[in-house]
């Protein structure tokens, strides 16, 4: 299926690695041109190098960090500047550190709305003018499942990122029907977040190794694995493209059928 992305521009934030990277290389597949950051350089470059194998747009990567709203700024110029507009953004984050409530300290929750939410805030406030001059505008904010079901060890997850699904919803009533917004929940995505996890969970006891909880992740999925960042990918580049015109403000679950609600 020809999702009709040629030529366009499409900006992802947090996208060196996993879920941001998994977006920006499904958006170059299709044709894009594609933006992408992060704030370690070697990896960013190694990304851009990834990219420009296999794009036959251009690719531009800049080195950013998404919890500084000048840096966001600079970024979004620096986009526009390169392709002539911005037709699409994808946003993506780190992730917060695995705690439990009792060990949340009142900095972690603060860096977290920042990370989560106002990166978001300050790149959606950002890109919103050049979308809107654009025949084709969409927002795709890359989300969790924790948003709909609290993972346990993940408080700053499952409280902050609801934040995210909150302006998501917002803005798909107030900025249509020029731009579309929705979201994209995943639930195991196999990418260096998720390993990250894993090792915090065998440190607390709850998995003997890396195996054991890669084990116990993927039996929870009526799919019976976790999933490749690659099948994220596939759904944020259908979410941008016309062959969703008509689907704005919806919260989109990729995780095998994890999630019963
Ligand atoms: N993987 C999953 O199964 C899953 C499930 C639900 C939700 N999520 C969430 O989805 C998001 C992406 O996860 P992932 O699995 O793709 O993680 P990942 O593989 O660790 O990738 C995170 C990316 O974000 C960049 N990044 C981190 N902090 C940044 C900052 N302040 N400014 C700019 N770039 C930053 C990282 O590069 P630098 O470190 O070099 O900046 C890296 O490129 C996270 O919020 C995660 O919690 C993931």
Redesign the pocket.
Known sequence: MDLGLDGNAALV??????????SATALAREGADVAI????VD??ED?RERLEGMASGRVVARQ????DPDQVAALVDETVAEFGGLDHLVT?????PSTTFLETTERQWYETYD??VM?VVWTIENAHPHLLGSEAGTIVC?????VREAADGLVL?NAVRRGVTGLVQTISREFAPEIRANAV??????????E?LIEARVDRGVYDDYEDGLAAMASDVPMDR??D?GELGEAVAYLSSERASYVNGVEFPIDGGLMRG
């Not at 950051?37 to 370690?40: E, G, I, L, N, P």
């Not at 929940?185 to 998720?194: D, Q, V, W």
Request: net charge neutral; aromatic share 0%.
């Open positions: 934030t947090a996208s060196s690695s996993g879920l941001g990277l998994a950051c992060s704030r370690d990896r960013l990304a950013t960090d998404v919890t993506s984050a780190g992730g917060p990370l989560l990166s890359i989300a969790s499942r924790t997850s929940l995943p639930g195991t995505i196999e990418t260096p977040r998720i990250e976790i999933g960042p």
